[in-house]
């Protein structure tokens, strides 16, 4: 598999109204959903999610291993799938990467911006969704530039469906943690009960109840970098 | 037993079985013209509509009348047939008793039809319209307060309970009782047990089917009691019981599930289960807190919903990520044990994949067991145990499982010995009633857990005075999937509370003497009781649903009073009253309170 470059896009600062849906099936989800005022910071952000390339570079190059391994890196990352997000990754493991390369996991609020813009974009590429620009309901995970054509405003590739994305912090509403993901997968489980897969709309956020690393990372779980800009 | 009167122009037919007077006027028509103790109802047993032609009155002709005795059994039945066009209409209608006090209303008809091509036919039951205006008259579950009839009574399964009509005494009654075999099924009792409870009785009409031979339309029960509405119930509850196969309830093995009284949900996303900085289960601390509300008999623990569906991973996969994966649970199951509490685990059908099937998870689970000594299986979302399942309890004879919805139909009661009650919806303003759950009484033998799982603030206290009313045992879910909802200091008490009684008068709660909403003297009363096997002791489970403070007597005792205790709920001021050799109990009871009171009599 041919490998590229993960190159930075760089975001300018602005403000925008936050909004975001949420679907926990039942239970809360304890955060101000907006509509609210937020600012963005000065940014640069990774075009796509960081590889197994990557991740496999920054083990070799750190020795990390964390302290709890139940499932890390379960996929076993080889040259054939270099190109493919990486996945089986707790956030812990995502943040011990960005800290890495310099930098950090977007929050909640960027992640939506980097994803729909100052034109409140529904979809990475526009307002209609559109299967074929996304890895939406397939069998496996794709090349994290499989659907470039499915960009954001600012550049940024495979924001929607193939593989869920960390952001960053541990939400504490007192009583439990979680964290909030974002883009979908493409995983679509069968029932109503399972949670809701395939790709999401960028103002979509799932509550993960967090618990220990086992059970904290999935099959269908990544992320990407940003990084703070002058 | 019977009687042909031909009265000058007057044609009528007394039928007398047993406990069971009825009388038809055949003149013109088939009217209903007593019943018992009702008298002049003058109404059409039924009227027929033939492609929206009702059919005339005066086209009715007696063709033969039927009847035969003997020790066991006693029949009585009449023919008709009318010709209405070119149509020729045959009809039997027909009483048999083979037991004191029930009788079987039989009404058949048969249609031969103009060039063999059937036509759409109607059919109302006029006398039960008639009977159902009656202000006597209570639907199933339905008491008077009074002005009008309330409901105050739920079940949900496939049996209904007889409507009820009854003197103005209360203590002549007749029950009517309309089986339905199978909701699809042609023309036999035609929905009647649903329509009766739902408003529109009055516009029922039934589209029925009819051949060359009879076909049964109506297959009533009519009980008969002189001993109130109870008795009925308790008629209605003997005869419904014989059908069961309930031998799965009542082996020799004491079986703990009989005294799951409090099943304790644990969610394991949260503080109260999960201690995030040692990254394990807090179980001890668990058990520890639920001392505040009398002892948890069991622990259900609840970590795929809802997490499964991010990834491929099936449920028991997810067992195995757990902290050192399913020693986890061993650990967890083995403290349980050693606090002599009982541990499920849950069991969720909608996660089967195209590529499973019941009897693989039934081999996950077997497995399960071995590894983890768990003693049982939570049917999420279920109502029924599956056969799959059903071959783990001879293998684990101490294996049980536990259904989220209460078993309906015959063959899940008899293999599902325990549920819960669940009430609740969380998208609506749903207010916890206090009213007698039928199936409760049924079926004493099979435990429910109440649980409301979104109720808060009043609703909770309702819930628990609920559970006191009906004398069943609770699931205490605080964290709802992640949204904590706890119980109160004050509740906590309440329920700490009932499930001493409910150990303590177990055999009175779980025995099958218990009869719901019998009478009381009080209108804005309604009062469940329960027995011991031989009558000599009984707990009333009393509620003052009213909106104000009821003082007096409440209700009228069976015997001779010997002792009587208040044991439960806010102190009631309960006395003894004795007037012309009858004994009364007299509370003091506020508005919205739930009391048990446990009376021993002299016999």
């Known amino acids: ?230 | 037993m019977m009687q042909n009167k031909f009265t000058g122009k007057k044609k009528f037919i007394d039928f007398s079985l047993g406990s069971l007077n009825l009388s038809l006027d055949v003149d013109k028509n088939i009217f209903l013209k007593k019943l018992n103790f009702i008298k002049n109802i003058n109404n059409e047993l039924f009227s027929i509509r033939v492609e929206n032609k009702l059919i005339p009155r005066n086209k009715y002709k007696i063709e033969k009348v039927f009847k035969k005795t003997d020790v066991n059994f006693a029949v009585i039945s009449i023919d008709f047939s009318q010709n209405f066009e070119n149509d020729f209409f045959k009809g039997r209608i027909s009483l048999i008793q083979k037991k004191k006090n029930i009788t079987d209303f039989i009404f058949q008809l048969s249609a031969r039809w103009h060039k063999n091509i059937p036509k759409k036919v109607l059919l109302k039951f006029p006398f039960l319209i008639n009977l159902h205006k009656n202000k006597n008259f209570l639907k199933p579950g339905d008491i008077f307060d009074g002005k009008k009839r309330i409901n105050k009574g739920v079940w949900n399964l496939h049996e209904y309970p007889p409507s009820i009509i009854s003197d103005n005494l209360g203590n002549q009654c007749l029950g009517f009782e309309f089986y339905d075999q199978f909701p699809w099924q042609a023309n036999y009792n035609l929905g009647i047990s649903e329509a009766i409870s739902n408003e529109n009785f009055e516009k029922l009409e039934t589209e029925i089917q009819l051949t060359r031979e009879l076909t049964d339309i109506i297959l009533m029960k009519i009980y008969t009691s002189s001993q109130g509405r109870e008795k009925i119930f308790g008629l209605w509850k003997e005869n419904t019981r014989e059908r069961y196969d309930l031998r799965k309830y009542h082996d020799s093995k004491n079986r703990w599930i009989k005294k799951n009284y409090l099943q304790h949900f644990m969610f394991a996303y949260g503080e109260e289960a999960f201690d995030y900085k040692k990254m394990e289960f807090k179980i001890i601390q668990i058990i520890k807190e639920g001392k505040e509300f009398g002892g948890y008999d069991s622990i259900l623990f609840w970590h795929q919903y809802p997490r499964l569906g991010l990834d491929e991973s099936n449920q028991w996969q997810l067992y195995k990520y757990l902290p050192k994966n399913y020693k986890t649970i061993k650990k967890i199951v083995d403290i349980c044990h050693s606090h002599n509490t009982k541990f499920f685990i849950p069991f969720k059908p909608w996660d089967i994949r195209s590529n499973e099937s019941l009897d693989s998870h039934a081999k996950y689970l077997e497995r399960f067991i071995k590894a983890t000594s768990i003693d049982g299986f939570f049917l999420d979302t279920m109502s029924s145990l599956p056969d799959s399942f059903l071959k783990i309890q001879k293998k684990f004879p101490s294996f049980e499982f536990c259904s989220e919805g209460t078993p309906r139909e015959q063959r899940q009661i008899e293999t599902l010995t325990s549920s819960w009650d669940q009430i609740g919806d969380i998208r609506r303003n749903f207010k916890v009633e206090i009213n007698s759950n039928f199936f409760r009484f049924l079926f004493p033998e099979h435990p429910l857990n109440l649980v409301s799982r979104w109720s808060v603030g009043s609703d909770k206290d309702s819930l628990i005075k609920r559970a006191a009313f009906n004398g069943m045992g609770m699931v205490i879910w605080q964290d709802i999937f992640g949204c904590w909802l706890p119980f109160s200091i004050e509740q906590k008490k309440n329920i700490k509370s009932l499930k001493s009684i409910l150990k303590k008068y177990h055999k009175y709660f779980y025995g099958d003497n218990s009869i719901p909403l019998i009478n009381t003297l009080s209108k804005k009363i309604i009062c469940n009781e329960f027995s011991n096997s031989h009558g000599k002791q009984k707990i009333y489970s009393i509620y003052n649903f009213g909106s104000n403070k009821i003082k007096g007597r409440i209700l009228k005792l069976p015997l001779e009073v010997k002792e009587f205790k208040q044991i439960y709920g806010k102190k009631a001021n309960i006395q003894i009253q004795k007037k012309q050799n009858i004994f009364y109990l007299s509370a003091n009871l506020n508005v919205d309170d739930v009391i048990l009171v446990n009376i021993k009599f002299k016999i």
């Open chain 1, 1 to 230: 598999m041919k490998s590229f470059e993960n190159k930075k896009i760089f975001i300018a600062s602005n403000e925008y109204t936050y909004r975001v849906e949420h679907l926990t099936l039942e239970g809360t989800c304890s955060i101000d959903h907006g509509p609210r005022n937020v600012k963005i910071k000065n940014l640069l952000v990774d075009k796509y999610p960081v590889t197994n390339q990557q991740y496999s570079f920054f083990l070799k190059k750190t020795g990390y291993q964390p302290r709890d391994t139940q499932r890390f890196l379960e996929h076993k990352p080889n040259k054939k799938i270099f190109n493919l997000p990486v996945v089986f990754v707790s956030q812990n493991d995502a943040i011990a990467y960005a800290k890495w390369v310099g930098g950090r996991l977007p929050t909640d609020e960027e992640w939506q911006y980097i994803a729909a813009g100052p034109k409140y974009l529904d979809w990475p590429w526009g307002n209609k969704f559109n299967p074929s620009l996304c890895n939406h309901d397939g069998n496996k995970l794709e090349s994290v530039n499989a659907y470039r054509k499915g960009e954001s405003w600012c550049g940024c590739v495979d924001m929607s469906g193939n593989c869920w994305e960390w952001t960053a912090g541990i939400h504490d509403d007192g009583n439990h943690q979680f964290a909030l993901l974002r883009g979908g997968s493409y995983f679509y489980a069968h029932d109503h009960w399972h949670v809701g897969g395939g790709a999401r709309k960028n103002s979509y956020h799932w509550k993960l109840q967090i618990l220990n690393e086992g059970m904290n990372r999935a099959a269908t779980l990544g992320f990407r970098c940003v990084y703070d800009a002058k």
